[in-house]
Each structure stands twice: as structure tokens, then as C-alpha cells.
């Protein structure tokens, strides 16, 4: 009878947005309703990956959970692109990696870590995923600090040139961590309860919600910039924040329910890895997707969601870097984050 309640909330809240998406005209009505829908399939899309990775084992589950989470985001950017709206879209990928290594893991291990005294992970993994962010870090920064020295064109061309690095990179991080090295990076063996669903009906739960979101972020991106305009938010808060925090909810809701279910190591998968997906990953794909509706997007990012990645990174490393946590360094990441959120916003 639960789950039957639970399934008919995600079809009448989406339904609901559906139905305003077509008929209302207010836009404030439009947005609240497609974030109430947001939630309800995030949260399908956070039962699906912890029943996934019951089977598929915790970073395969986490890495299965960021994508799919990551490709409403990724479908997002693709359509602010469409309409020139470069600005927004690099707000948007430094929204997404500050909003993860922030955000969701902050909440994951402030969560976890009031039900856990103490959580553990792969200290190997940890040190790797340090480093990799720290490469996304300099890739942004040197084109930006290079900016004055070259040509627009040369611009265009860097950008295309670190994008291909960049997703070489990636690729081959995801052949040495599943594959040749796989063993090396495993967390330890955690026991958890039953999952919700078979094996299929589980890849098969990831899909549909993963394509619910999807729709439903669509919604919201052609509601978001009337929303800002009548609040009278800048369009690097609502790219950085207000957008990220939408997309990123799917991974919001995973994450930290397996962090309470003291499984933090794919908590920390979907947050730090889904970080470095968006950075080494999405933001070089953009710049491609840029090149084929022909205005090329560039690399450069401003001063400002520079030093945010920055000191993102910087404290993620540091507390995560050892492979364990406790609850007030959760604490820590979320102060970051709200002064970070307070920044934007004045800006």
C-alpha cells in the first residue's frame, strides 16, 4: 500500500506540472509545481541507485547515480546554450561542482555522521579524487589568467584544445578506477537490507526517473529567468545556485540517504565523483555542443566562480582526503557553502 502511494504522488505531482507547464501563465506557479515534481522523481531516482548498487556494488552505483543525475543537468546547459546564454551555462557548471563538493557531501556527512559517529571510505580513492580535482581547477584557471594574451580566436581554440584533454583524462580515469585498478579502489564490503526492487526493474526505475527529471528540468529552465527577473536575482546567482541546486537534487536525495545507511562510500561517489564528471566531463562536452550550433562557447571563467571552485575544492580535498568523516565537518562544507551563496547573491 506504501509503495502504491508513493508511485501515484510521483505520477499526480508530475502530472500536475505537465498540466501547468501547458495551461498556467503564472510563472511562479509553473516553477513550484515542476520543483515539487523535481523532488518526487529525485527521490525515485535516490531509491533506484541505492537498489542498484546493492547489486552493481557502491561505486558503480554511485557512478551510475551521478550520470544519470548529471544528465539532467547536461540536458539543461544544452538548451541555454541554444539560446546564447553562456553566462548562465558556466554559473551553471560552477553551481553543479561547488553545489557537490558543497552541498550534497556537506549534507551527506553531517547526516550520516549524527546516525554514524564515525564513516569511512577508500583513503586511495580519496587521494586520487583530490588530485583530478585540483587538474579541473587548473584547467579553468589558465586560460583565464592567459585571457589578455591571445587573440578571441586563440580563445575559442584553447577552450577546444582543454576540453579534448579533458575528457581524454576522464575516460581514462574511469578505465584505471573500474577497471585496471578496481580492487585498489573498492570500499570495504557494508551490509544493507533488501533492496526495493529486481536488478532490472531497478536499471529500469534509473531510466524512467532519469528521464522524468529530465522533462521536468526543461520546465524549469523556460521558467527560471522570469522568476529571477521578478525577484530581481542576478543571473550568476540563479545559474550558480538556483539552477545548480535543482539539478543537483537528484544526487541531493541519494547521497545522503546512503550516507545514513552508512554507506559513504557511494555517498561520496555521487558527490565528489559527480563533481569531477561535471568538470572533466560536461563542462569539455558543452564546449563541443557549443561548436555544433556554430558559436563556440570558451573555457574562460570569471574571477569569481574561479576562487568559489577554488576553495571548494580546497576544503573538499581537506577533509575528505584521510577516508573518514564525522558529522561537523559536514558542518564545515555547508558554512562554505553559505558564504559562498551569500556572495554570489550580492554580486
Do not use: C
Not at 227 to 240: K, N, P, R
Not at 293 to 312: D, R, Y
Amino acid at each position: 500500500m506504501r509503495k502504491s502511494l508513493y508511485y501515484a504522488l510521483i505520477i499526480i505531482t508530475f502530472l500536475i506540472g505537465l498540466a501547468t507547464h501547458y495551461l498556467a501563465e503564472n510563472v511562479f506557479l509553473l516553477f513550484g509545481t515542476s520543483i515539487l515534481a523535481l523532488l518526487f522523481l529525485a527521490s525515485l531516482l535516490g531509491k533506484a541507485t541505492e537498489s542498484v548498487a546493492h547489486y552493481a556494488g557502491e561505486r558503480i552505483g554511485g557512478f551510475l547515480n551521478a550520470t544519470f543525475g548529471n544528465a539532467a543537468e547536461l540536458i539543461i546547459a544544452i538548451f541555454l546554450i541554444k539560446e546564447g546564454l553562456f553566462d548562465m551555462v558556466k554559473a551553471s557548471i560552477t553551481g553543479s561542482i561547488i553545489g557537490n563538493l558543497l552541498l550534497v557531501l556537506g549534507l551527506s556527512i553531517f547526516f550520516g555522521g549524527l546516525k554514524h559517529k564515525m564513516q569511512f571510505f577508500n583513503a586511495r580513492l580519496a587521494g586520487h579524487n583530490a588530485t583530478l580535482m585540483i587538474l579541473a581547477i587548473i584547467a579553468l584557471f589558465v586560460p583565464a589568467m592567459f585571457m589578455g594574451a591571445f587573440h578571441d580566436h586563440h580563445e575559442n581554440t584553447l577552450s577546444v584544445i582543454i576540453a579534448a584533454a579533458l575528457i581524454i583524462v576522464y575516460l581514462l580515469w574511469l578505465i584505471f578506477s573500474m577497471i585496471t585498478h578496481k580492487e585498489f579502489l573498492a570500499d570495504e564490503a557494508v551490509e544493507h537490507g533488501e533492496p526495493m526492487w529486481g536488478k532490472w526493474v531497478s536499471v529500469l526505475m534509473l531510466v524512467i526517473a532519469t528521464v522524468g527529471v529530465a522533462i521536468v528540468s526543461e520546465w524549469i529552465v523556460e521558467s527560471v529567468e522570469d522568476v529571477a527577473h521578478h525577484l530581481g536575482w542576478s543571473e550568476l546567482f540563479v545559474g550558480a545556485f538556483v539552477i545548480a541546486i535543482v539539478g543537483n537534487a537528484a544526487e541531493h536525495s541519494a547521497a545522503v540517504l546512503l550516507a545514513m545507511k552508512n554507506r559513504m562510500g557511494a555517498a561520496v561517489e555521487i558527490a565528489i565523483g559527480s563533481s569531477l564528471q561535471i568538470a572533466l566531463f560536461v563542462a569539455p562536452v558543452l564546449i563541443f555542443v557549443s561548436m555544433i550550433f556554430g558559436n563556440t562557447m570558451n573555457i574562460i571563467f570569471s574571477p569569481l566562480e574561479l576562487v568559489a571552485i577554488g576553495v571548494s575544492i580546497f576544503i573538499a580535498s581537506s577533509i575528505s582526503k584521510d577516508g573518514e568523516t564525522n558529522w561537523f565537518e559536514g558542518v564545515l562544507l555547508l558554512t562554505v557553502y553559505i558564504i559562498l551563496g551569500a556572495a554570489f547573491y550580492f554580486a
